[in-house]
């Protein structure tokens, strides 16, 4: 069965070395809150006497997020949790945060990004991940329990980062990785009374969120795939640092001709066929055995695999 599959993100991998037999080096400055521009009206003593009648200037605003909360969040640790998560999926050689924050200030400086350039090549820096925390929230509701002297404790919790992954040699952003971490926990208590929300929701959601931020970043630029065959059995690039499970169920995808867009000379599309389904049998820690359903030997390596949709034959 063929079909054609649409590039929902950017793969630039040409420019970054994707056939390099080494890790892509990758830097990832410390996370920032993301600002806004507000437009405001400037005040009548500031009106431009060449060109009268009031004007709309911007200024910056940080996105409105309960002090406590970003307290409690610590971004440094947040944006060493996610590096940590990076290191381990093994797919890039991950720069220092000193370093990294060092071209984050030339990012900042703006300019034509040569310099840019020529500091990262100092360093040894291929992409620079730039993240930005856009929401963060949390609540929680006490419940009694009827008929008793306990309380359930709902815990809701969210944050969301948004990665902008840059080639430090061009500026080109190469892909953009909106992450998610989201907890809703029941908690069964023995008293009706109002307690303080335990500290560890906001460990959960950090580890939540670089987790799946961690994931896209991966996706994003290497496919998950087929990297060794024998028989009706194949190891895959991902396991349990990608919390990939026993049982699941993926479809072996074959790569054909790419679609390219006439006005812009990219690929957004390729025509692909599927060739098989697979189950996990085996969950290692970077990667996973999988074997054939239907018994069928034409998966070889390079082979991309994408999860199945279970309600299709």
């Not at 069965?1 to 994707?18: K, T």
């Not at 992409?127 to 509701?141: K, S």
């Amino acid at each position: 069965m063929r079909r054609l599959i649409c590039l929902v993100l950017p793969v630039v991998f040409a420019a970054v070395g994707a056939a390099a037999s080494e890790p892509v080096s990758i830097a990832v400055p410390r996370f920032t809150l993301w600002t806004i521009e507000q437009p405001v009206k400037v005040i009548e003593q500031e009106y431009d006497t060449l060109a009268p009648g009031a004007h709309t200037r911007y200024r910056m605003r940080e996105v409105e997020i309960p002090e406590e909360i970003l307290r409690e969040i610590e971004l440094p640790v947040l944006t060493d949790i996610f590096i940590r998560k990076l290191a381990d999926s093994s797919k890039f050689s991950v720069i220092e945060r000193a370093k990294a924050d060092v071209l984050a200030e030339e990012i900042e400086k703006g300019g034509d990004g040569s310099a840019l350039a020529k500091k990262g090549r100092s360093l040894g820096v291929q992409l620079i991940a730039v993240g930005t925390l856009t929401y963060a929230a949390r609540d929680v509701e006490l419940k009694p329990v009827a008929y008793t002297a306990r309380t359930d404790r709902v815990e809701r919790g969210e944050i969301r980062v948004d990665l902008r992954i840059l080639d430090v040699d061009t500026g080109r952003i190469v892909a953009t990785v909106p992450g998610q971490g989201r907890i809703e926990r029941r908690i069964r208590e023995d008293t009706a009374e109002p307690r303080p929300m335990p500290g560890s929701l906001i460990v959960d959601l950090r580890e939540e969120l670089a987790h799946d931020l961690m994931a896209g970043t991966v996706d994003a630029l290497y496919p998950f795939k087929v990297v060794t065959v024998k028989g009706k059995t194949a190891f895959a690039d991902r396991g349990g640092n990608f919390r990939i499970q026993k049982g699941e169920m993926f479809d072996v995808i074959r790569r054909g001709s790419p679609i390219v867009d006439p006005d812009t000379g990219s690929v957004i599309a390729f025509d692909e066929e599927v060739l098989d389904r697979v189950v996990v049998t085996d969950v290692l820690p970077k990667a996973c055995r999988v074997e054939s359903v239907s018994g069928s030997s034409r998966i070889s390596p390079g082979d991309i695999l994408k999860p199945a949709d279970v309600t299709s034959p």
